[in-house]
């Protein structure tokens, strides 16, 4: 299961409870646990730079306001740093809010359309790129898995369609919409989607999701759980990188 969707599970207001059966190896029956929701800041942006500082790595976690301004920053600073390329890793990002994906997918795409957004009863608004928000036209590799959703969706469907950069990875969860919640007579809730997000080329994100250009599946499991499993998908972007002209 990817992370996204235990997040969609397991989310609710902070000081509610959640109660999931938990399996344990070895163990038939499955442990019920109930834990109290809180809310926990978020990890700092990751930050790493590859071959001798040209390739700089950026793990946003969350596409936030305050996290797409620190990777905005850090774009400005490239050319300081001895950066020249740039891999930005989604995976697993799925939280934040799509505005932020279209401002960051903004700072690489000088022109051209991001995103499209409409529904039956929902007005059509077309998201395109604003010179004066671009920042960079560096090489750019795109990381992407099943727990990509949302926000970060939108980047590398804009990225993709735009032929800004190479996607890899697998194909994304597909979640990329606007929703409402209709509060029912029993107490439970019914959630709707009211409009959705497309692609530049017109592919409905939460319908077909995103498919990168460049297909990597996740390392396979190794049979000594103290060997960390590779990561073919980071491999395969920075062979993708190191060969795009700086």
């Known amino acids: 299961m990817s992370l996204?969707?235990?997040?969609?599970?397991?989310?609710?207001k902070?000081?509610?409870?959640?109660?999931?059966?938990?399996?344990?190896?070895r163990k038939a029956e499955p442990d019920k646990i109930t834990l109290t929701r809180a809310a926990s800041p978020a990890p700092p942006l990751g930050l790493t730079e590859y071959e001798s500082n040209s390739i700089l790595y950026l793990k946003p976690v969350i596409l936030n306001k305050e996290r797409v301004n620190e990777i905005a920053t850090r774009l400005k600073e490239m050319k300081k740093n001895g950066n020249k390329k740039i891999l930005?890793?989604?995976?697993?990002?799925?939280?934040?809010?799509?505005?932020?994906?279209?401002?960051?997918?903004?700072?690489?795409l000088e022109a051209g359309t991001i995103a499209t957004l409409s529904g039956q009863k929902y007005p059509y608004e077309a998201f395109n790129a604003d010179t004066s928000k671009f920042?960079?036209?560096?090489?750019?590799?795109?990381?992407?898995?099943?727990g990509t959703s949302g926000p970060g969706e939108i980047v590398a469907a804009a990225?993709?369609?735009?032929?800004?950069?190479?996607?890899?990875?697998?194909?994304?969860?597909?979640?990329?919409?606007?929703?409402?919640?209709?509060?029912?007579?029993?107490?439970?809730?019914?959630?709707?989607?009211?409009?959705?997000?497309?692609s530049p080329l017109g592919k409905k994100i939460q319908d077909e999701a995103v498919t990168p250009n460049i297909v990597v599946a996740t390392g396979q499991d190794t049979d000594d759980q103290k060997t960390p499993k590779p990561d073919d998908q980071l491999t395969k972007a920075l062979d993708v990188l190191k060969q795009k002209s700086a």
């Open 14 to 25: 902070p000081g509610t409870s959640v109660t999931f059966s938990l399996v344990r190896p």
């Open 88 to 108: 930005l890793d989604l995976r697993d990002v799925a939280e934040g809010d799509e505005e932020q994906g279209v401002r960051l997918a903004n700072l690489f």
């Open 135 to 146: 920042i960079t036209g560096a090489p750019l590799v795109v990381l992407v898995n099943h």
């Open 4 to 12: 996204v969707m235990i997040r969609l599970l397991l989310e609710g």
């Open 159 to 198: 990225v993709l369609d735009n032929k800004r950069a190479d996607v890899v990875g697998d194909r994304t969860f597909g979640e990329g919409s606007v929703q409402k919640t209709m509060e029912l007579p029993d107490g439970a809730a019914l959630i709707l989607s009211v409009a959705k997000y497309s």
